[in-house]
């Protein structure tokens, strides 16, 4: 019967730690998560950005290559029928090109990121 006692005193007594316990293992998780997506909506920002003046960069190096071309043809339907078709055929690689070039390397990085991330809490 002692023993009995013994385990109901000790449960009764540490019930508040181990409450508390739960409770800052609960709160790290959700700082971890707030972390982890702060970045990830950062990496977003910064891409959509750059992807946008990647974007107009494109478009204006793709109108003077046209108008060059069209001064040297002579004509501004082959001029900028040569920027469409170079543009078209990167078009066509790129999207056969995909999974080597964006999604391994992304699948990659989010992997090499949830490592990372993993290590730092198990330093702190």
Do not use: C, Q
């Not at 409770?23 to 790290?28: A, D, F, I, R």
């Not at 290559?65 to 501004?76: Q, V």
């Not at 999207?95 to 992304?106: A, C, G, Q, S």
């Amino acid at each position: 019967m002692s023993e009995s006692e013994n385990f109901s005193s000790f449960f009764k007594e540490n019930k508040n730690l181990a409450k508390e316990y739960l409770e800052t293992k609960l709160e790290v998780y959700k700082l971890g998560l707030i972390r982890i997506s702060s970045k990830t909506a950062g990496y977003l920002i910064w891409a959509i950005i750059s992807f946008f003046l990647l974007w107009l960069f494109i478009i204006f190096i793709g109108l003077v290559a046209g108008f060059w071309l069209s001064k040297i043809t002579g004509s501004y339907v082959y001029g900028f029928g040569i920027v469409a078709a170079v543009i078209l055929i990167k078009m066509l690689l790129l999207t056969l090109l995909r999974k080597p070039l964006f999604i391994n390397p992304i699948i990659r990085a989010v992997i090499h990121n949830a490592n990372e991330e993993k290590d730092s809490h198990k330093k702190d």
